[in-house]
Structures are given as structure tokens and as C-alpha cells.
């Protein structure tokens, strides 16, 4: 909820991360932390299936944004503990995610809760920011 900022170290790496929720009233704000962005990392509830066209929406006006050209994109599709979570394929599928030609992207299978997938995911930033600065 809301705004939080948190450096995390993984591979060598030291990650600033922005976190600036989700709340629909906040979203307007988010252009404000486009600049300089060298990773985009989209969190979306896996088990929440009514607001997937929503968060459709909102990543693709995310992918037009000219100040995240080409940004490479991680999906996390968290919550994968519940039994109601849809698995990260649907989720690829219903977001179009097949779609994106403009940059490199992954979705990624996780639980905030557990930890699974988590690491994976920020394996593939930290891959992926090298492939972006050469």
C-alpha cells in the first residue's frame, strides 16, 4: 500500500526500487518515476481475476509511456499460494503479453508469502539490466 523505497542487493547488484502501489487514486503519479528507469517490475494478484482486464490496461498504457521505451518488463504473477490463483500461462495469455515486440519481458510465477519464485524473477533483472546497459 502506498509508497515505499528499498535498495536490495542481489548479484552483486545494489537495486533501488521504487515500489508506488497500485491504488487507482495514485496512478496518475506514476509518471513522475519513469526517468532513468532501467527495469519495470509489474506485481499482479494472481488470484484477483476480476481486475485482469484492468491490469491489462494499465500495463499496456505502462508500455507506451516513451520514458519506459524499450524497458525491459517482469511480470511477477504473485499469490500462486492460494487455490484461486490463475497460473502465470492464462495470465500471459489474458494480458496479450505474446504481443510485446517492443523489448524483453518475463512473466514470473511467485509468492511474496512463501518466497517461491522471487529469486528467479530478480535473477532474470539483474540479467536482464546488464543486457540493457551494453
Known amino acids: 500500500m502506498g509508497f515505499n523505497i528499498k535498495s536490495v542487493q542481489s548479484q552483486g547488484f545494489k537495486l533501488n526500487?521504487?515500489?508506488i502501489g497500485g491504488q487507482?487514486?495514485?496512478?496518475p503519479y506514476w509518471r513522475n518515476y519513469f526517468e532513468n528507469t532501467d527495469i519495470l517490475i509489474y506485481v499482479i494478484d494472481s488470484a484477483d481475476r476480476k481486475r485482469f482486464e484492468e491490469t491489462g490496461q494499465?500495463?499496456?498504457?505502462l508500455?507506451?509511456?516513451?520514458?519506459?521505451?524499450?524497458?525491459?518488463v517482469?511480470?511477477?504473477?504473485?499469490?500462486?499460494?492460494?487455490?484461486?490463483?490463475a497460473p502465470a500461462s492464462e495470465i500471459a495469455e489474458g494480458l496479450n503479453l505474446h504481443t510485446i515486440r517492443d523489448r524483453v519481458w518475463q512473466i514470473?510465477?511467485?509468492s511474496a508469502l512463501?518466497?517461491?519464485g522471487v529469486q528467479d524473477g530478480m535473477n532474470w533483472v539483474c540479467?536482464?539490466?546488464?543486457?540493457k546497459k551494453k
Open 17 to 19: 526500487v521504487w515500489d
Open 24 to 27: 487507482r487514486k495514485i496512478r
Open 58 to 61: 494499465e500495463l499496456a498504457e
Open 63 to 72: 508500455l507506451e509511456e516513451e520514458k519506459l521505451s524499450c524497458v525491459p
Open 74 to 85: 517482469l511480470i511477477f504473477a504473485n499469490k500462486q499460494d492460494l487455490l484461486t490463483a
Open 108 to 110: 514470473q510465477s511467485c
Open 114 to 116: 512463501t518466497g517461491e
Open 127 to 131: 540479467k536482464n539490466v546488464i543486457a
